[in-house]
Nanobody
Framework: VQLQASGGGSVQAGGSLRLSCAGS??????MGWFRQAPGKEREFVAG????????LYADSVKGQFTISRDRAKKTMYLQMNSLKAEDTAVYYC??????????????????WGQGTQLTVSS
């Protein structure tokens, strides 16, 4: 699976942005979004199963971010609302080719996009 993340940019606090992750290869992968801020480890943000019917969120983004996918377009999205300065990071999309529930285990995702930068200014 090859992944291409896009949609990052600079926004003011309180604003919204939608990230996209276009993928070639299996449409049956569990997929997820991760982020990495400077000097910090990569952290799980949200995950979604291959049907799009089951999602998982980090506590820090629940109610703020929404993950979704369009299987026909092989594209995953992350709608981010009410953005805060602490959301600033490089956002990565990832795929786990095994069928299953979404999960936050970074080591179990076997395909990664190149990352897209989000900068939120306060």
């Amino acid at each position: 699976v090859q992944l291409q993340a896009s949609g990052g940019g600079s926004v003011q606090a309180g604003g919204s942005l939608r990230l996209s992750c276009a993928g070639s290869g299996s449409a049956f992968s569990t997929m997820g979004w991760f982020r990495q801020a400077p000097g910090k480890e990569r952290e799980f943000v949200a995950g979604i199963d291959w049907t799009g019917g089951t999602t998982l969120y980090a506590d820090s983004v629940k109610g703020q971010f929404t993950i979704s996918r369009d299987r026909a377009k092989k594209t995953m999205y992350l709608q981010m609302n009410s953005l805060k300065a602490e959301d600033t990071a490089v956002y990565y999309c990832a795929a786990d080719r095994r069928l299953g529930y979404p999960h936050s285990s970074v080591d179990e995702y076997d395909s990664w996009g190149q990352g897209t930068q989000l900068t939120v200014s306060s």
